[in-house]
């Protein structure tokens, strides 16, 4: 069975730091191109960053010079670090496989989210 399992989330304030990680399991990891996607309230998601099967990273304009994208495939795990928090980042971040893009139906595997909020 496939599981993407994220963890990290929480509360942080404006211009703190979070480290996401994305536990996957059931399928080739370290094949796979994976994705970070978040859905704030109310709005579509938005894809973020994303990270190649040869370690190439890619990243939304909005958090680039603030997030960087990275895995370890020996632990299955993909990781999202992220600084300068702003309130605009508040929404729920998933991760998924498929090719670093915006185009989230040809995606394979999505977890389930984990809750960022950043407030004072």
């Known amino acids: 069975e496939v599981q993407l399992v994220e963890s990290g989330g929480g509360l942080v304030q404006p211009g703190g730091s979070l480290r996401l990680s994305c536990a996957a399991s059931?399928?080739?990891?370290?094949?796979?191109?994976m994705n970070w996607v978040r859905q704030a309230p109310g709005k579509g998601p938005e894809w973020v960053s994303a990270i190649n099967s040869v370690d190439g990273t890619f990243y939304a304009d909005s958090v680039k010079g603030r997030f960087t994208i990275s895995r370890d495939n020996a632990k299955n795990t993909l990781y999202l670090q992220m600084t300068s928090l702003k309130s605009e980042d508040t929404a729920v971040y998933s991760c998924?496989?498929?090719?670093?893009?915006?185009?989230?139906?040809?995606?394979?595997?999505w977890g389930h989210g984990t809750q960022v909020t950043v407030s004072s």
């Open positions: 998924a496989s498929g090719p670093p893009s915006s185009r989230f139906v040809m995606y394979d595997y």
């Open positions: 059931g399928f080739t990891f370290g094949s796979y191109d």
